[in-house]
């Protein structure tokens, strides 16, 4: 059996807006998302003996247990393959830990698509996208990649075309809760459901569908940027820095602390993001990526 290596990228919300919030405690969201090219790498090998799932990362603090979604998603897909045996999971991050930018949940999805593939697993795109949905909000949207418009928790999925530009990226030193982001935010408790799409997010389409890179600059949004927090009042700070040094929009992504600006090309954005080095512990000029380029996967030597 072969070991596999998975690229999972990172993204950005281009405009996050979060509704009521749910009986089950999750909250209704509208969100358009773009995988950018940013990536994790993570090194699939079949294992045999007691342990099931080995599981280790370059960086300090990223757990190596079930609190991990690249365990969670191997020990949900061995649940579906009784006999596929055990894996050794090795995971290089590049993606910024807790920063909004989905590290985690792309880790996830390249865990479920590397070891089905390793394993030579029969499941339909349909099967992997009900599995993601158990271990996250975002993963689904790891798995198709590109620009997608996502409603419900994040699971309703519905692809846009895909972007071609230039970010700016700066991720403060201070990363903020999601869960205490969400309380801040204050959303009522409700049953019924939303049916047609906000205004901000009615721009953001529009403007993604049409590939109008001026008009997507204006329309960036995300509710999280209201709130006081002193993660977020740090990312407040880095979106007018963006817009200072040339971008034509920005916006927080996810519930931060990660923030970027569209900027006029790659040239703007590597002198953006050097003039910006000197003041944040973070910073990196990327393009967005399509879905063909967002999950890819590759066969290594013989294990």
Known sequence: MKRVVVRAAAKVNLCLRVLERRTDGFHEVETILHTIGLWD??????????????????TAGVPADESNLCWQAADLLMKRAKDSGGVAIRLE???????GLGG??????????????????PLTGEELLELASEIGADVPFFLLGGCCLARGKGEKLQALPAIAAWLVLVAPERRVSTSQAYRALGRRTSRSRRKGLTRAAQRTVKAAKEGDLPALAKTLHNDFETIEMAGIAEAREAKAALIDAGCSGAALSGSGSAVFGMAPGEEAANAIAAKLRDRW??????????????LLIREAAEA
């Open 104 to 121: 985690g949940s792309s880790d996830a999805a390249a865990t479920l698509a590397g070891l089905a593939h390793m394993w030579g697993l």
């Open 281 to 294: 512990p973070w910073v990196e000029a990327v393009p967005t990526v399509p879905a063909p380029e967002s």
């Open 93 to 99: 991050k590049s993606i910024p830990a807790g920063a």
């Open 41 to 58: 790498r993570l090194y699939l090998e079949p294992t045999s003996g007691e342990s099931r799932i080995a599981l280790e990362a370059n």
